[in-house]
T-cell receptor, first 110, second 113 residues
Framework: QKEVEQDPGPLSVPEGAIVSLNCTYS??????FMWYRQYSRKGPELLMY????GNKEDGRFTAQVDKSSKYISLFIRDSQPSDSATYLC??????????FGSGTRLLVRP | EAGVAQSPRYKIIEKRQSVAFWCNPI?????LYWYQQILGQGPKLLIQ????????DSQLPKDRFSAERLKGVDSTLKIQPAKLEDSAVYLC???????????FGQGTRLTVV
């Protein structure tokens, strides 16, 4: 079993839709949770960074962590074609080693 | 502020050949990472430097991969000899300190034929 599981997609939605991206994990020691966006042929860029359980909002993006279920989510409101990319979840414990999910490809259709 | 620079962007080599990648981190960033990203997978950490010392190289295949960070700034990652399964994008990232946000370069896409 992988430490971090993520549906590879692709996920195709119409412009303006609410997008939900999810990851599950098995290591209860993970404390820090991140979402990265990766455009084709580019390096990942950090979108959201959360510690422990709860919600964090930044513009159209909301990150949610449920440590009891070992489940994290990223919601994108009013999705735009420019949001089309691969979204990677990542997490770590106190050792600072980031463990990435395999990424979900998102396509937002105009 | 300039980002993380990597070169070359693309490299095609035959198996059993050697190859080297170069990374110049963001100025002042003490922590530098090399990741391997195989197509359809998330990045996997190969090695982490703090200044010019190795913090974690537990997932670096040391029989063929080596990395150094001279003077705590630039870094090179070498593969010798390359295997077909080494085909991947090699990403360099840096952060001001361990545990802080990591900024990624665009990566070097390696194809081993």
């Amino acid at each position: 079993q992988k430490e971090v599981e993520q549906d590879p997609g692709p996920l195709s939605v119409p412009e303006g839709a609410i997008v939900s991206l999810n990851c599950t994990y098995s290591n209860s020691a993970f404390q820090y949770f991140m979402w990265y966006r990766q455009y084709s042929r580019k390096g990942p860029e950090l979108l959201m960074y959360t510690y422990s359980s709860g919600n964090k909002e930044d513009g159209r993006f909301t990150a949610q962590v449920d440590k009891s279920s070992k489940y994290i989510s990223l919601f994108i409101r009013d999705s735009q074609p420019s949001d089309s990319a691969t979204y990677l979840c990542a997490m770590r414990d106190s050792s600072y080693k980031l463990i990435f999910g395999s990424g979900t490809r998102l396509l937002v259709r105009p | 502020e300039a980002g993380v620079a990597q070169s070359p962007r693309y490299k095609i080599i035959e198996k059993r050949q050697s190859v080297a990648f170069w990374c110049n981190p963001i100025s002042g960033h003490a922590t530098l990472y090399w990741y391997q990203q195989i197509l359809g997978q998330g990045p996997k950490l190969l090695i982490q430097f703090q200044n010019n010392g190795v913090v974690d190289d537990s997932q670096l295949p040391k029989d063929r991969f080596s990395a150094e960070r001279l003077k705590g700034v630039d870094s090179t990652l070498k593969i010798q000899p390359a295997k077909l399964e080494d085909s991947a994008v090699y990403l360099c990232a840096s952060s001001p300190r361990t545990g802080a946000e990591a900024f990624f370069g665009q990566g070097t896409r390696l194809t081993v034929v």
